[in-house]
């Protein structure tokens, strides 16, 4: 059994995008510049968020974090949203998930400019990333496919069961994992909560991506000898032992699967990691084109008019 050390892959990444910056300083190129915005106070978004920016300091990113009041209104929130697609300094803007009831995510999410949804929850990104055109990969996904691929983990002709159909993990890994490409060319079955024969599924199983949020689901009994998981749950669960009062646990029972993988994740320090430096990547990304001297503006696509209104320019 190996360890899938999303720790070691994401430094890696993180060290290549750090020379690309200073690339980009000494051609006199601005610096990618990251906008994140949480609403609340919720323990682990905030954990999340702070990592995020935090690693964009390490590598030489810009970052602006907007923590906004839980009690902020949806009216309130897409004007931030909408002044962050107007602001030509920002590349990048992360709404972080969830939000509280009275928000519409739909509509925050559909006002992003997709120019700069860098964690690819747009429709316009996620219709791409299903016609496999060129776009932002959300940045779980994108972290699973650059851990595969960091491991030379091959996928084609796989049988990938897929725990969990959630809009930011299960649904899209699913489909990247099908498409007709490098990091694809598996077979697919997408499992939820109202699957049948769950168990026999997973046996049959090559990789086991489990994206449910449940701790310690996936058994010992229901994963054949050799198999690859990918666990993505990062559930806490209370632990008065721990100074924090919590311990993180993943989706898989790991005491007791891990010994029959070729390879697993750990949790914490596997999927968490490469979904941040995915997210960088998706940021880099976004500023080369969006300030690309090819692209119309120095890569600003849009006119926003005069008043105010938002009008994306395809
Ligand atoms: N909440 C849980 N995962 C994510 C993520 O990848 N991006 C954002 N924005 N919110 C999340």
């Known amino acids: 059994m190996q360890l899938l050390d999303g720790k070691l892959a994401s430094q890696a990444i993180k060290d290549d995008l750090k020379i690309k910056v200073e690339e980009l300083k000494k051609q006199g190129n601005k610096v990618p510049h990251l906008a994140a915005v949480l609403v609340g106070n919720n323990g682990a978004s905030e954990t999340y968020v702070a990592s995020k920016v935090k690693s964009c300091e390490e590598i030489g990113f810009k970052s602006t974090l907007l923590h906004l009041e839980n009690n902020v209104s949806e009216e309130e929130l897409l004007e931030v949203i909408h002044k962050l697609n107007y602001d030509k300094d920002v590349d990048g803007i ?9 928000i519409s995510e739909e509509k925050i999410i559909n006002l992003i400019d997709p120019a700069k949804d860098v964690d690819g929850f747009h429709p316009v990104s996620v219709g791409k990333m299903v016609l496999g055109s060129e776009t932002f990969i959300s940045a779980t996904p994108y972290g699973i496919l650059l851990l595969l691929h960091h491991y030379n983990i091959k996928t084609k002709g796989k049988h990938a069961v897929v725990i969990g159909r959630s809009n930011i993990v299960g649904r899209p890994i699913s489909i990247l994992l099908s498409r007709n490409d490098d990091t694809g060319n598996c077979t697919v079955t997408l499992c939820h909560s109202h699957t049948k024969n769950l168990k026999e599924i997973c046996l049959q199983a090559d990789i086991i991506i ?16 050799d198999v690859v998981i990918i666990d993505v749950g990062i559930t806490r669960v209370s632990d008065a ?15 007791n699967v891990s010994s029959m993988c070729s390879y697993i994740t750990p949790v914490p ?16 990304k976004a500023c080369c084109e969006n300030h690309s001297p090819l692209s119309p503006e120095g890569g600003n696509k849009k006119d926003y008019g005069g008043d105010g209104e938002l009008n994306i320019v395809h």
């Open 269 to 284: 320090g596997g999927v968490g990691p490469m979904t941040i430096a995915a997210l960088l990547m998706n940021t880099y």
């Open 94 to 102: 992360l709404m972080q998930l969830p939000m509280p009831k009275h």
């Open 210 to 225: 489990a994206a449910l949020g449940k701790p310690g689901f996936l058994k010992a009994d229901m994963v054949k000898q």
């Open 241 to 255: 032992s721990k100074k924090s009062g919590y311990t993180l646990k993943g989706d898989v029972d790991f005491e």
